[in-house]
């Protein structure tokens, strides 16, 4: 008798690391997707967490309201937390495209789910209570709660995101959920009043799921489809973000995170600016480094000065790199660059590589993300920047994107800002590129900058002797009069600028 009791204990108490791993899963799959979705990663994590230990603590305070049949609703709310949380981030990728109230589903879902996991650790302490000493009972459902909680954070961006994507990770938890939730109806058959209709409602929300996770790229694909106007003919999630590519007669288009990266038909213009200015402000270049740019333009760009010996590329993300150097569609847009002796791939954290990096460059291009998030705006700051400084050759260039100095004046001269603050001369320029419209870069040296250069190598569609003066010149429109921040990993007041300019485009 004994025997069986201690067994009924570990059970449930089982029960509370799975409660543990799908509760965190469940906000981890809504922070990210809410990042993915919405951008800027900090605000989003830090509001879902919020929201859900609130609504956890809302669902605390309701268990004292549960005083009959407890572990009867103890197993429906673990049925409910695995159909609300399983099917959530396949609710939410539908409803982006299609529901303006966005935000309410969202936060309205991590509410729910965090209700019902809050109800879930009270009712089970009080089912327990009777079975095992109170300090034993406390240290053992925490101890089991918090290693739940640790395996999750550990096998979420690990295993999970790579492997399963958002929506079979959200399914298979909520799968867990549900098993464990007929196998307690199962097992404590005795116990319950009409256990029957508790497991036969477990297997049809057992099926309902299990039907969903077969079918996770379908539903994938169709929240794509209604999201791009063109059709989807690529579409995967990396560690870093989802990558998407649509194709229509015209064009080609990347997009990252749902944000466009480049069309086919108009991206020679961004990447002929970026990459000529400052290649033909050194002599005889023959070190290349690239900071992101993992689509390989760049360096396809790079590649048409014979001077070059070597370029090194890197970028964060392994997923974007081994798609353009294989897929064929995008070879032939970066006529192969990634795949050319002369090239080598470091997939790597940038701020992290230059500060193990010991080499010296004759030219830097930097093409990262806009600074939408405190994880991209630290590449933007003076700490990278000098960095960076230290990887320049004596008579090098540096160039970098720096967003739409008409949408976003005070984000773009808060970069020319911060690159002289750290001892860089700077030449900013801007060119029009019909996806985005006007774009900003800023050119650096440690020496003073020479004037704009007129020897570009031939077959260039863009950038020629005349064009290149003209991307010198600043409307008014585009110029920012008061004093601007630099930007510092302390306060990242590039990404404040960023966010306050660019949502009133985007809202």
């Known amino acids: 008798m004994r025997t069986k009791e201690s067994g009924a204990q570990w059970l449930l108490l089982l029960a509370v690391f ?18 993915y979705l919405l951008g800027d990663s900090v605000t989003q994590f830090s509001t879902i967490i919020g929201v859900y230990l609130f609504s956890m603590g809302i669902g605390s305070f309701l268990s004292r309201y549960f005083n009959e049949e407890l572990l009867r609703w103890f197993i429906r709310i673990e049925l409910l937390v695995g159909l609300v949380g399983g099917f959530s981030a396949a609710i939410l990728f539908i409803a982006f495209p299609m529901a303006a109230g966005f935000r309410i589903i969202l936060y309205g879902l991590v509410t729910i789910t965090g209700i019902f996991v809050g109800l879930e650790i009270p009712l089970l302490m ?6 095992v000493e109170f300090k ?5 459902v925490f101890t089991f709660d918090y290693i739940g909680a640790l395996l999750a954070s550990l096998v979420f961006p ?22 464990v939730g007929w196998y307690l109806a199962h097992r404590f058959s005795a116990e319950l009043r009409k256990p029957a209709a508790l497991k036969s409602a477990a297997i049809l929300a057992l099926l309902l799921e299990v039907v969903a996770f077969v079918m996770a790229d379908k539903i994938m694909a169709y929240s794509e489809t209604i999201t791009y106007n063109d059709n989807v003919v690529y579409a995967t999630s990396s560690s ?19 944000n466009l990266q480049f069309s086919s038909a108009d991206e020679y213009r961004y990447h002929e600016a970026l990459v000529h200015p400052a290649m033909t402000s050194v002599k005889d270049p023959q070190k290349v480094l690239v900071l992101g740019g993992g689509d390989g333009l760049a360096v396809r760009e790079i590649l048409k000065y014979p001077s070059v010996k070597s370029i090194t590329l890197v970028d964060l993300d392994k997923e974007m790199t081994k798609l353009f150097r294989e897929q064929p569609m995008l070879t032939n847009l970066n006529a192969h660059a990634l795949t050319n002796s002369k090239v080598k791939v470091h997939n790597a954290d940038a701020f992290i590589w230059l500060r193990d990096n010991k080499e010296k460059f004759d030219a830097i291009i930097i093409d990262f993300p806009d600074p939408s998030n405190f994880s991209i ?76 250069a007129s020897a570009f190598p031939d077959g260039l569609r863009f950038l020629n002797a005349n064009t290149v003066e003209q991307l010198f010149i600043f409307p008014q429109d585009m110029l920012v009069q008061q004093p601007l921040e630099v930007n510092k990993l302390n306060n990242q007041a590039l990404v404040h600028y960023f966010e306050e300019e660019w949502s009133k485009y985007t809202d």
């Open 158 to 179: 690990l295993l999970l995101v790579p492997h399963l994507g958002l929506i079979r990770t959200a399914l298979f938890f909520g799968i867990l959920n549900i098993a």
């Open 377 to 452: 705006g630290k590449l933007y700051s003076t700490s990278f920047y000098k960095l960076v400084q230290q990887a320049i050759s004596e008579h090098g260039a540096i160039v970098i994107q720096s967003t739409s100095p008409f949408v976003a004046p005070k984000s773009f001269w808060c970069i020319d800002q911060t690159l002289k603050s750290v001892g860089f001369h700077t030449k900013p320029y801007h060119n029009y590129v019909p996806s985005f419209g006007e774009w900003g870069y800023v050119l650096a040296t440690p020496q003073p900058v020479l004037a704009a």
């Open 126 to 131: 009080r089912i327990l209570q009777h079975r």
């Open 18 to 35: 799975v409660i543990a791993t799908c509760g965190l899963i469940y906000e981890l799959v809504a922070g990210t997707l809410a990042s």
């Open 240 to 258: 870093y973000q989802r990558i998407v590519l649509t194709r229509n007669k015209r064009e080609l288009r990347l997009f990252l995170n749902g």
């Open 136 to 140: 034993d009972l406390v240290s053992r």
